[in-house]
């Protein structure tokens, strides 16, 4: 079983800056077989991808909207995952996922279907 858990969430004012950790653990867990996803939900909506990255940590992969504000990166040493926010705007208020997928492959998945484990989530709020 594998467990993720995010942390760093928080409020900021619009133009702000924040970074998302995704800690990953679990028995007999390595996290380096394992591509990492990032998506965010708003009440009403459903799971928006927001960023990934392949186990190696290559082929980051973005949302449009956060292309050039937003940075995925791993660290596989530490079974952690970082979402880096900059230029934060009103719109990226969400809950924050993190997401976790075994693959043997240098694959990066942006379907929430294509993730087995998933962390509880942290809210990030963006004030204008």
């Known amino acids: 079983q594998v467990e993720l858990v995010e942390s760093g969430g928080g409020a900021v004012e619009a133009g702000g800056s924040l970074t998302l950790s995704c800690t990953a653990s679990g028995r007999g867990f390595d996290v380096a077989s394992y591509a990492v996803g990032w998506f965010r939900q708003t009440p009403g909506k459903g799971r928006e991808f927001v960023a990934a990255?392949?186990?190696?940590?290559?082929?980051?992969t973005y949302l449009e909207s956060v292309k050039g504000r937003f940075t995925v990166s791993r660290d596989n040493r530490k079974n952690m995952a970082y979402l880096r926010m900059s230029d934060l705007k009103p719109e990226d208020t969400a809950l924050y996922y993190c997401?976790?997928?075994?693959?043997?492959?240098?694959?990066?998945?942006?379907?929430?279907?294509?993730?087995?484990?998933w962390g509880q989530g942290t809210q990030v709020t963006v004030s204008s």
């Open positions: 997401a976790a997928q075994q693959t043997a492959a240098w694959t990066v998945f942006t379907n929430q279907g294509d993730y087995t484990y």
């Open positions: 990255i392949d186990w190696t940590g290559g082929h980051p």
